[in-house]
């Protein structure tokens, strides 16, 4: 697929792979409508890009607040025209013991790694099979694959966006509508704090710069490819952990302590 004039809205565009996919789509020629909840950092990249002549649009918009995906969908659409792409970018991630996490913070990060997505997704829709083209891109996770201690609700929320991907790309499967799933491993932004990235240097836990992921991303964009696990050896054991899961708690086992003493310095 070429990029060029593609109308691409993504989410989470100020964030650290956000912005690093922004800058690089932008490179390729495609139409930016940039979301996100921080209006100055938006405007900001949005300037950047208009600095290099690319062509970037913004949109302010808050996944807590109810109604949020579909008014995003409304407003694109009406100020743009037709959407191809959607990059479903925007998350939040917590490394904390499963008990200490709030209720507030389980329903939030449902609501933003899970709902939104899934809701926005269902707004477009329609467009995209009255155009009979389109790229639904999720962002998950090697978490939506490979249950790590500490991160019960992320892994919960990237595996429902895993499974929402194969299944909407099977339902689809007589269109011209794709749906390209993405798996990063960690990734060196603010998302990981200090403690987190210590933790994964100590058990030898690779981390990717965003630079990085996001140049895979495009590549798996323009080649329309269904599912992309970046980085070994967890995409391996992201695949092993599908059928001999208590191999890999086994494996994990030294890990998960390790991860426990990070965990309760925080």
Known sequence: MQLKNKCILLTGAT????????????????????????????????????????????????????????????????????????????????????????????????????????????????QFKANNQGQFVMIGSILGSLGFPHYATYCATKFAIHGFSQALRRELVDTNIGVTYIAPRGVNTSMNDAATLAMLAKIGGNVDEPEKVAAIIVKAIEHQQQEVFIGQPESFFAWLNGFMPRVVNLGLKKQARVAKEFVAKK
Do not use: C, W, Y
Request: glycine fraction near 8%; charge should be neutral; hydrophobic fraction near 45%.
């Open 15 to 126: 964030g650290g792979i956000g912005k690093q996919l922004a800058l690089q789509l932008a490179r390729k020629g495609a139409k930016l409508i940039l979301v996100g909840r921080d209006s100055n950092k938006l405007e900001t990249l949005a300037q950047q890009i208009h600095n290099k002549g690319g062509n970037a649009a913004t949109l302010v918009a808050d996944f807590a607040t109810a109604g949020a995906p579909q008014q995003i969908a409304l407003q694109a659409t009406q100020q743009f025209g037709n959407i191809d792409i959607l990059i479903n970018n925007a998350g939040i991630l917590d490394f904390i013991q499963f008990e200490d996490q709030s209720p507030e913070r389980i329903t939030q990060m449902i609501e933003t790694n899970v709902t939104a997505p899934i809701q926005l997704a269902h707004a477009l829709l329609p």
